[in-house]
Structures are given as C-alpha cells and as structure tokens.
C-alpha cells in the first residue's frame, strides 16, 4: 500500500503526495546534466536528474512518524519517472544543511531495501570535502539503459576527481 501521488510537472518534474499524519511531500526530480557534462555525450547529460525529497508541511510540533508507505510512494514515483524517459539518470545528493547526511542515506538505502527494485542500478560513493566532511551520493538508472556503463564511470570518475582535490 502506498499514497496516492500526483505529478504536477513544471521544471523540477514535481510530484506530490499528502501522508494519513498529515504530511505533505514534494519529490523533485531537476534537470541536473552539468553534474556529469564533462565526462559523457550531450545527449546523455539531457537525462540527468537530481532526486530531491522535500517535505513541505508536518503538523505543528510534529517529527515525521516512521511511516511504511513512504518508501512505497517513493519507489512508485520513481517507476512513473522512469516510465516517462527510460534513460533517466537519477543523482541523490544528502542534504547536509544539519550535518544528518549520513543518516539521510542510511534511511534512502532502508528504503531501497525495502523495495527491492528490479531493473535499477543504484551506485553510491562518498564525496570528501577539505575539512575531512563526507557528503554520501547514490546514481540510479535502469539495467537497460544502453549508456549504462558509460554512465556509470562517469560518475566514479567524477566522484573520484572531487575527493582528489
């Protein structure tokens, strides 16, 4: 069982949901092809995707309650994406604004776990900042997408060129 969604569209590809707490979320999908220009073709960096999932009102004095049906409205959301573009690259960055990302990925892969999706690729790395501060971020595409290993050593190559610097 998982809550009903509803695309709204727009630049960010906006898709929108409400939990029985009363919780509403928007899950982003933006166009984020200059994240890997400089490793892969132009036509590939038109399907590149930051995920974001913003919640966007809870209850007064309320923390989010563990809630099942968030991963499940996730995983359908991200199946609907797909279905629109089957060479969507999708990149998930940790917000770290409060220094949780690292619990931020340790939920997003709970969640994966949960869902088991088949047909996904889901590749994480670690990106190390001057002050010895990590920032964890995953790429998802799908198992058919022809670019798939170009893709994905773009973005190793990526990740390993910033934690060089």
Not at 75 to 81: E, K, P, Q, T
Not at 114 to 121: F, H, R, W
Not at 124 to 138: F, G
């Amino acid at each position: 069982m998982y809550y009903s969604f509803f695309f709204e569209g727009g630049e960010d590809n906006c898709y929108v949901f409400e939990t029985d707490n009363k919780f509403a979320y928007e899950i982003l999908f933006r166009p984020s092809g200059y994240l890997l220009e400089s490793k892969i073709k132009s036509e590939i960096t038109d399907n590149v995707f930051e995920f974001i999932i913003k919640n966007v009102y809870k209850p007064e004095n309320l923390r989010p309650p563990l809630d099942s049906k968030i991963p499940l409205t996730v995983g359908h959301i991200f199946n609907d994406f797909f279905k629109r573009n089957n060479s969507t690259i999708c990149i998930y960055f940790c917000d770290s604004s409060d220094a949780r990302q690292a619990v931020r990925m340790k939920k997003f892969n709970q969640w994966w776990q949960q869902l088991k999706p088949v047909g996904y690729i889901k590749i994480e790395e670690t990106l190390v900042d001057s002050k010895n501060i990590e920032y964890p971020i995953a790429m998802i595409i799908k198992t058919s997408n022809p670019y798939k290993m170009e893709i994905i050593e773009a973005f190793l190559a990526i990740a390993y060129e910033e934690n060089e610097k």
